[in-house]
């Protein structure tokens, strides 16, 4: 998978609605990033999972951030600790079900 294919998955569900806002007052405008591979740790610590970035909330390391993992095609919910690495909250399933819960 490429970064352009799980891009094109999003673009594709959200068939030009960019401008979907959620309860934190983001829209997908304004947070989605090229999409690219990094490390997240399980919610408990005990594993780490190799998922694309799609969405940062903030630029810095505050805020959500929404991922996609390939192996079962869910787009899922993260969080960064205080060092910056990313870390799993959960899968949700579509790109909108997560935007929409974070």
């Known amino acids: 998978m490429t970064s352009a294919h799980v891009q094109s998955i999003i673009l594709a569900e959200l068939d030009g609605n960019l401008d979907n806002i959620n309860l934190h007052g983001t829209t997908p405008r304004s947070a989605l990033v090229q999409p690219y591979q990094e490390d997240y740790l399980s919610f408990d610590g005990s594993k780490v999972f190799k998922y694309w970035t799609v969405l940062r909330e903030q ?11 390939e192996e079962r095609g869910l787009f899922g919910l993260g969080m960064r600790d205080q060092s910056g690495m990313a870390m799993d909250i959960g899968a949700h399933g579509t790109f909108m079900d997560t935007f929409l819960g974070m």
């Open 59 to 69: 630029d810095d390391n505050d805020g959500y951030t929404i991922y996609f993992d």
